[in-house]
């Protein structure tokens, strides 16, 4: 079983920064992919970020590439996405999900509890 927690979450204003954390623990992840969701009020839970926990490969929305980054820390078995620039319409809150592969939540057996990102215009 694998278990994940997000963390880092809060209020900032348009153009500041974030970085969400998400620990991971419970079984070793070798090959598994881990990929930031978020949900807005209102809308449906849309794909953000994933990482290869292996090889680092990283792939992003096109609404959030070029200001969101994220990273994994194999030692600490935790991944990260770093936000800068952040917009009004990045308000939402963010679930740190491992599976396989894909952009759907339904490719993500494990979740976190999410942490919500508030960003004021």
């Known amino acids: 079983q694998v278990q994940l927690v997000e963390s880092g979450g809060g209020l900032v204003q348009a153009g500041g920064s974030l970085r969400l954390s998400c620990a991971v623990s419970?079984?070793?992840?070798?090959?598994?992919?881990m990929a930031w969701f978020r949900q807005a009020p209102g809308k449906e839970r849309e794909f953000v970020a994933r990482?290869?926990?292996?090889?680092?490969?990283?792939y992003y929305a096109d609404s959030v590439r070029g200001r969101f980054t994220m990273t994994r820390d194999v030692a600490k078995n935790t991944v990260y996405l770093q936000m800068n620039s952040l917009k009004s319409e990045d308000t939402a809150v963010y679930y740190c999900?491992?599976?396989?592969?894909?952009?759907?939540?339904?490719?993500?057996?494990?979740w976190g509890q999410g942490t919500q990102v508030t960003v004021s215009s």
């Open positions: 999900a491992a599976g396989n592969w894909g952009v759907l939540t339904s490719d993500y057996p494990y």
């Open positions: 419970g079984r070793t992840i070798g090959s598994y992919v």
């Open positions: 990482i290869f926990w292996g090889s680092g490969t990283r």
